[in-house]
């Protein structure tokens, strides 16, 4: 049986590519904001004109679920509609993510930014995560045990490193602040039976694969650790 899995920030590179790996393997409630990821899902589908008949990349599609994540309502809708479509949650990825970049003497658009950014990136996992746990997790931590059921926040390499120059100061104050929001989760989430952990890679696909990333999700998801930063770079990975 699938796990189900829900995906935030599903139309992003990451996302899309964790769709395209792995919807063999698990049921995705792939979440977008604007625009809906480039994967099969109910919203779409691959034809090939030359041959109009049933095509493989068909066969596994994920369920595409519009949401402004910023907007309670909206979170709410997420976790309601998964659960009446799947009847459980096995695993959250939240990988939705709205940097913005910039100087902090010179840019006005940076200082603007920092309340959405720490929004999406601490107080929205915060939210659903607390919503999931109400609306399901909550239930029975034995079952929880059994699926052995995870939350996994993707952070950044830049929560621990200064790159100088890339104006990444309150993207990467907020992702420091997910990191230790991971760890405070999964020391309260260990009562009920799921696993918290963070996987923070540098860039990709520039630095290291989008492959590799997905890997570590993987085994982070399949796994028994919890509140760990899993990290990875050019020299592979490493927890902490």
Not at 194 to 204: E, K, L, Q, T, Y
Request: a positive charge.
């Amino acid at each position: 049986m699938k796990r189900v899995c829900v995906l935030t920030g599903a139309s992003g590179t990451l996302g899309s590519a964790f769709c395209r790996a792995h919807a063999d393997r698990y049921d995705i409630v792939a979440v977008y904001r604007t625009r809906p990821p480039a994967v099969v899902s109910q919203l779409q589908r691959v034809v090939d004109p030359l041959e109009p008949g049933h095509l493989p990349e068909n066969g596994h599609p994920v369920f595409a679920v519009q949401a402004d994540l910023t907007q309670d309502a909206d979170l709410a809708r997420v976790v309601e509609v998964t659960l009446a479509r799947f009847d459980r949650i096995d695993v959250v990825i939240h990988a939705a993510v709205q940097p913005t970049f910039g100087s902090i003497l010179g840019s006005g658009a940076l200082v603007a930014s920092a309340g959405d950014q720490f929004r999406l990136n601490v107080v929205v996992p915060l939210q659903l995560a607390a919503l999931v746990a109400r609306e399901f997790w909550q239930r029975d931590d034995r079952d929880n045990r059994a699926w052995n059921r995870s939350w996994i926040n993707v952070s950044s390499a830049s929560a621990t490193h200064v790159y100088s120059g890339r104006g990444q100061s309150m993207y990467a104050a907020s992702k420091a602040a997910m990191n230790t929001l991971t760890r405070h989760m999964a020391d309260e989430f260990s009562a009920i039976g799921v696993r918290v952990n963070a996987i923070a890679p540098n860039s990709f696909p520039g630095i290291v694969s989008t492959k590799s990333v997905i890997a570590g999700l993987r085994e982070l998801d399949d796994g028994t650790m919890t509140g760990k930063i899993l990290s990875i770079g050019r020299a592979g990975t490493r927890l902490s």
